[in-house]
Nanobody
């Protein structure tokens, strides 16, 4: 069992920055592929960025060059540094832990990010 708690969301003006954090607990947290996803009303949840246990990252095209995902395995924390934010980045952001072999996913409760124009 893995539990995830996100923080760091808020209201920011376009062009500004935010850093989201996701603290995980549970056995063998470091083996999980971690990801950030986002969702707006009426739309499906979409991948923003992922990072494997080995540090390999993947990004949605719209955030490449602006967002950076990283993980601190010692403190069981995953970060999403978001720079040059745009109004279209407004969404609820969710943290996900994906077991690399068992096909089991865990989700956090989400944190709201609002970017004003």
């Amino acid at each position: 069992q893995v539990q995830l708690v996100e923080s760091g969301g808020g209201l920011v003006q376009a062009g500004g920055s935010l850093r989201l954090s996701c603290v995980g607990s549970g056995r063998r947290f470091s083996i999980y592929t971690m990801g950030w996803y986002r969702q707006t009303p009426g739309k499906q949840r979409e991948l923003v960025a992922t990072v494997t246990s080995g540090g390999i990252t993947n990004y949605q095209d719209s955030v490449k060059g602006r967002f950076t995902i990283s993980r601190d395995s010692v403190n069981n924390t995953v970060y999403l540094q978001m720079n040059s934010l745009k109004p279209e980045d407004t969404a609820v952001y969710y943290c996900k832990a994906a077991h690399p072999f068992l096909g089991i996913d865990y989700w956090g409760q989400g944190t709201q990010v609002t970017v004003s124009s």
